[in-house]
């Protein structure tokens, strides 16, 4: 039996984090404990990518260095340093995880990259994956982390998914402009915020620039109509500094990516709209001069067909289930492949998240619901199928 989970997020700080380690242990806990799980020839916990936050830390902003950058030592200790911060902030998770392999020892691990971990799985990773594998007690050493898990006798593959996300992927030399968004955007406001209105980075004031990142869908328009609406409550209270903060952050964006070849346009899209929200912080201007199409979320569904079929070119393996996470959106879809039927499935996140709200009173999207969001799938071999379980699952639960 395999259960697949991903984007975690685990921060190199307890603040930033929004993953409940406690929900986490009992859900596992009380899945394992089930008949039809007690019964499974073994199980495989897969965690499918994003599980540590590499991109989200000030490491980055300290040390001056970038993960696009051509990889130098100081680049390695950075990252060093980051996934040392994270192991500490995280024992809780760590604790939990040997308390459920304890209770259950079938349960095997295996850990997927993701684009948050990406810097993992290059030269500046180097010695880090060795401290990430041993606290996830996986064999190894130094060897980068799988791009995929591959398994035939379940009849599935599962990646992250990054891989069709033009924002968030390295290839043919160009770089994940993503990464700069999460550290020169997202990372910086805050801090450039809170320089210009003589307050702390972590002054309840700013909370809603720190959770840019925790936004669904999660579009350039979405984030920056969230950041928009913020800035209506800021202003009142620090209007006159807010201009000088956007154009520094917008600076700063645009100096570091300066060079560097990109296959999206996202950073031409948040030099766009960082500008013109200097100009008038209100969402109403924003949704005037932003590209409406920007605001469609992103699907990984239409791209798994064609990994389904490459698989089966290349190594002639026919899969009945694609699992893909990164999107934090849990979905299901069932695919047409030219030798029948699969199945698209999508792993969500364990995390906070922000929501527009839908409404027909008053302006649209001038509300947010906040949620926690719990999600996982289950796939069982065809062994493990029988007295009517299920060939696979996706659980998922909210609460707020």
């Given at each position: 039996?395999?259960?697949?989970?991903?984007?975690?997020?685990?921060?190199?700080?307890?603040?930033?984090?929004?993953?409940?380690?406690?929900?986490f242990?009992?859900?596992?806990?009380?899945?394992?404990?089930?008949?039809?799980?007690?019964?499974?020839?073994?199980?495989?916990?897969?965690?499918?990518?994003?599980?540590?936050?590499?991109?989200?830390?000030?490491?980055?902003?300290?040390?001056?260095?970038?993960?696009?950058?051509?990889?130098?030592?100081?680049?390695?200790a950075?990252?060093g340093?980051?996934?040392?911060?994270?192991?500490?902030a995280?024992?809780?998770?760590?604790?939990?995880?040997?308390?459920?392999?304890?209770?259950?020892?079938?349960?095997?691990?295996?850990y997927?990259?993701?684009?948050?971990?990406?810097?993992?799985?290059?030269?500046m990773?180097?010695?880090?994956?060795?401290?990430?594998r041993?606290?996830?007690?996986?064999?190894?050493g130094?060897?980068?982390?799988?791009?995929?898990?591959d398994?035939?006798?379940?009849?599935?593959l599962?990646?992250?998914?990054?891989h069709?996300?033009?924002?968030?992927?390295?290839?043919?030399?160009?770089?994940?402009?993503?990464?700069?968004?999460?550290?020169?955007?997202?990372?910086?406001?805050?801090?450039?915020?809170?320089?210009?209105?003589?307050?702390?980075?972590?002054?309840?004031?700013?909370?809603?620039?720190?959770?840019?990142?925790?936004?669904?869908?999660?579009?350039?328009?979405?984030?920056?109509?969230?950041?928009?609406?913020?800035?209506?409550d800021?202003?009142?209270?620090?209007?006159?500094?807010?201009?000088?903060?956007?154009?520094?952050?917008?600076?700063?964006?645009?100096?570091?990516?300066?060079?560097?070849?990109?296959?999206?346009?996202?950073?031409?899209?948040?030099?766009?709209?960082?500008?013109?929200?200097?100009?008038?912080?209100?969402?109403?201007?924003?949704?005037?001069?932003?590209?409406?199409?920007?605001?469609?979320?992103?699907s990984?569904?239409?791209?798994?067909?064609?990994?389904?079929?490459?698989?089966?070119?290349?190594?002639?393996?026919?899969?009945?289930?694609?699992?893909y996470?990164?999107?934090?959106?849990?979905?299901?879809?069932?695919?047409?492949?030219?030798?029948?039927?699969?199945?698209?499935?999508?792993?969500?996140?364990?995390?906070?998240?922000?929501?527009?709200?839908?409404?027909?009173?008053?302006?649209?999207?001038r509300?947010?619901?906040?949620?926690?969001?719990?999600?996982f799938?289950?796939?069982?071999?065809p062994?493990?199928?029988?007295?009517?379980?299920?060939?696979?699952?996706?659980?998922?639960s909210?609460?707020?």
């Amino acid at each position: 039996m395999l259960v697949l989970l991903s984007d975690l997020h685990l921060t190199d700080t307890p603040e930033r984090s929004t993953f409940q380690v406690t929900s986490f242990e009992r859900t596992m806990l009380a899945m394992l404990e089930e008949p039809g799980s007690r019964a499974a020839e073994g199980v495989r916990l897969v965690l499918l990518g994003d599980v540590f936050e590499v991109l989200k830390s000030r490491v980055w902003l300290d040390a001056g260095t970038r993960p696009w950058e051509a990889p130098t030592e100081l680049h390695r200790a950075t990252v060093g340093k980051i996934v040392d911060r994270i192991l500490a902030a995280n024992s809780d998770f760590f604790a939990a995880l040997g308390r459920i392999r304890d209770a259950h020892p079938r349960v095997a691990v295996t850990y997927v990259i993701g684009n948050h971990d990406w810097p993992l799985n290059t030269a500046m990773g180097t010695g880090s994956r060795v401290k990430v594998r041993t606290r996830l007690g996986l064999a190894g050493g130094d060897a980068l982390f799988p791009e995929a898990h591959d398994d035939p006798d379940h009849e599935l593959l599962a990646q992250h998914g990054h891989h069709w996300d033009l924002a968030n992927r390295y290839r043919g030399g160009a770089i994940a402009i993503g990464d700069a968004i999460v550290i020169d955007v997202v990372m910086q406001l805050p801090l450039v915020f809170a320089r210009h209105l003589g307050v702390d980075p972590d002054d309840p004031l700013l909370r809603f620039v720190h959770e840019l990142d925790d936004v669904i869908p999660q579009t350039m328009y979405s984030m920056a109509e969230w950041l928009a609406h913020g800035l209506v409550d800021l202003e009142e209270t620090a209007g006159a500094h807010l201009d000088a903060a956007l154009e520094e952050v917008v600076e700063g964006l645009t100096a570091r990516v300066a060079g560097y070849r990109t296959e999206s346009p996202v950073d031409a899209f948040w030099v766009s709209a960082l500008k013109h929200l200097a100009l008038t912080y209100g969402p109403v201007r924003l949704a005037l001069t932003l590209p409406a199409g920007a605001s469609a979320p992103p699907s990984l569904a239409r791209h798994a067909g064609v990994d389904l079929e490459d698989a089966h070119r290349l190594h002639g393996v026919d899969y009945r289930y694609i699992v893909y996470g990164h999107t934090h959106i849990p979905d299901f879809r069932s695919l047409s492949t030219s030798r029948g039927v699969a199945y698209y499935l999508n792993s969500g996140t364990w995390r906070r998240l922000h929501r527009a709200v839908d409404t027909t009173v008053g302006p649209a999207g001038r509300l947010y619901a906040t949620t926690i969001a719990h999600s996982f799938i289950i796939v069982r071999h065809p062994r493990e199928r029988s007295g009517g379980l299920p060939g696979y699952e996706l659980r998922q639960s909210y609460h707020d």
